[in-house]
């Protein structure tokens, strides 16, 4: 099939591709001279504040109008910090805590580190109501059940955002809290009603409109109330009709992931890529899992083909790349910014932490303890190496702490008495991260417990039960100054 040079860029105006290494591939710089929308950084694009900032420069010379996103919501997602473990804490801890003044804080300093980095859109917040505990790729990334306090956090994060001149992005649209799967696994179904959708799932993205969000990423979901066939991010009825004319939505639509299994899996990744387009998405983010040339040129060729077989109006491609045009000039004409650190992010850390004691006498902790942590396997939004936990910040308060991770290829029979020996005549703290959803974390706590009920639970997920130990200490969030803070109140610092 025929494709012209001019469909081509024009397919290239409207991808947001992946790549490896810390410098630029040959190839992301001749698909820039080629028209491409912009690039999407990970983790792995990541070393130093200041190679992060000679990458972006690199690129933004080779195309001065690029789009440069990254998913930055602090907390478990962090691709900035992935090596250390963040210094913010996640979404999830702001709502505890429920003051909008901090939020947009720590939004704003988030901001300061992005645009210093050469970053222009932040994949971030997830605004979605975590109506269901055990939602398998939200939980601590979401502000809250309550879709008021969801809300109102999401203006104030976008506030302090999008006052650095960074854009912010509104995720998972309809919202991805009242699911079980995993869309980078599976096809999510949302099965609420059009009212309650209204009431709890849209509440947070009216307000984040109102609020002048630069955009809005889709969630690979299956709302039977607006589209029995068709996820969220495919769906024109979800895009075009709810989003855009319902909810009067005018900024740059974004993808998730495409190569994410709820839609690629059915479709492949040109098909969906076309496909999301024709529905009314405005940029496509591929490159978690396929970050090639090849991939990309597949996707912008399937884009290509799908105009030209009148699947996809050429109109709506121009105006697609036309909307990812729009953010980057609003993006270049936002005013300089400081880029001092506010170290706002210890501090909210710390009020969110909740102590329920049952035993007295326990805090301040007398000795150094053994502290044993329960890692749970992570979506793959988390980067599975980034350093959390309770154990290593402890240590630098009570030297001679001593830690022992386990995950649960690691329990057997045998394994709660290793631990009581290592805990012998010494104080047991016992981490765990989502227990209320991972069975094999709450046996072994509870196993630990019976035989050493002085021992304290620190819950560095959701909270469940906490009642379980002597104290109970709930962070609301696994981000490293969460640990920190849990490691204060340990040690009789707090």
């Known amino acids: ?143 809250g059940a309550d879709p008021l306090l969801v809300a109102r956090h999401t203006a104030a994060w976008i506030r302090g955002l999008q006052s650095t001149g960074v854009a912010a992005c509104a995720k998972h649209f309809p919202g991805h809290g009242d699911t079980s799967v995993d869309s980078h696994h599976g096809v999510p179904r949302v099965t609420a009603s059009r009212k309650d959708l209204a009431e709890v799932e849209l509440e947070p993205f009216r307000v984040a409109i109102d609020e002048g969000v630069g955009s809005i990423m889709t969630g690979h979901l299956l709302v039977a109330a607006y589209d029995e066939d068709l996820p969220a991010t495919l769906s024109p009825r979800v895009l075009t009709g709810l989003l855009r004319e319902e909810l009067g939505f005018d900024g740059l639509i974004v993808t998730d992931g495409i190569e994410m299994a709820a839609v690629s899996g059915r479709y492949g990744l040109g098909g969906a890529s076309a496909m999301a387009v024709a529905a009314g998405a405005d940029a ?143 104080p047991l703290v016992i981490v765990v991260r989502d227990a209320h959803r991972h069975p094999w974390q709450t046996d072994l706590l509870e196993r630990l417990l019976a035989a050493r009920p002085d021992g304290v639970v620190v819950e560095m997920g959701l909270p469940g039960r906490t009642d379980l130990g002597a104290v109970h200490i709930a962070t609301h969030g696994a981000a490293r100054v969460c640990g920190q803070a849990a490691a204060e109140v340990l040690a009789g610092l707090a």
């Not at 001279?33 to 190679?51: E, I, K, M, Y």
């Not at 899992?289 to 884009?303: F, M, Q, S, Y």
């Not at 909307?323 to 969110?352: F, S």
């Open 1 to 143: 099939m025929k494709r012209s040079p001019d469909l081509l860029r024009l397919a290239d105006a409207v991808l947001l591709p992946g790549f490896t290494g810390t410098t630029v591939p040959d190839w992301v710089r001749r698909r820039l001279a080629g028209g491409l929308a912009g690039v999407v950084l990970f983790s792995r694009n990541v070393d130093t504040p200041a190679q992060l900032a000679a990458l972006t420069s690199a690129l933004r010379a080779d195309s001065p109008e690029i789009l440069i996103g990254i998913d930055e919501e602090a907390g478990e997602v962090t691709r900035l910090e992935a090596r250390t473990g963040s210094s913010r804490p996640g979404n999830y801890a702001l709502g505890v805590v429920d003051d909008v003044e901090l939020t947009e804080r720590v939004a704003r300093d988030i901001g300061r580190d992005l645009r210093a980095a050469g970053v222009n859109i932040d994949f971030a917040p997830a605004v979605d109501v975590n109506s269901n505990p055990d939602n398998p790729v939200i939980g601590l990334r979401s502000f």
């Open 284 to 426: 496509v983010c591929v490159g978690g899992e396929n970050a090639d040339e090849a991939t990309h040129e597949h996707i912008r060729d399937a884009v290509a083909d799908a105009v030209t077989e009148g699947r996809l109006p050429e109109e709506r491609l121009a105006d697609a790349a036309a909307r990812v045009r729009a953010l980057t000039a609003w993006q270049a004409q936002a005013p300089p910014v400081d880029d001092r650190r506010d170290e706002i992010g210890l501090v909210a850390a710390r009020r969110a932490v909740r102590v329920t004691r049952r035993g007295a006498g326990v805090l301040p902790l007398a000795a150094a303890p053994h502290v044993v942590e329960l890692s749970p396997e992570t979506n793959l939004a988390i980067d599975r190496n980034m350093p959390w936990g309770a154990g290593e910040p402890l240590g630098k308060l009570l030297p001679g702490t001593t830690v022992a991770r386990l995950r649960q290829g690691d329990v057997h029979n045998g394994v709660a008495g290793t631990v009581l020996g290592q805990a012998a005549d010494r």
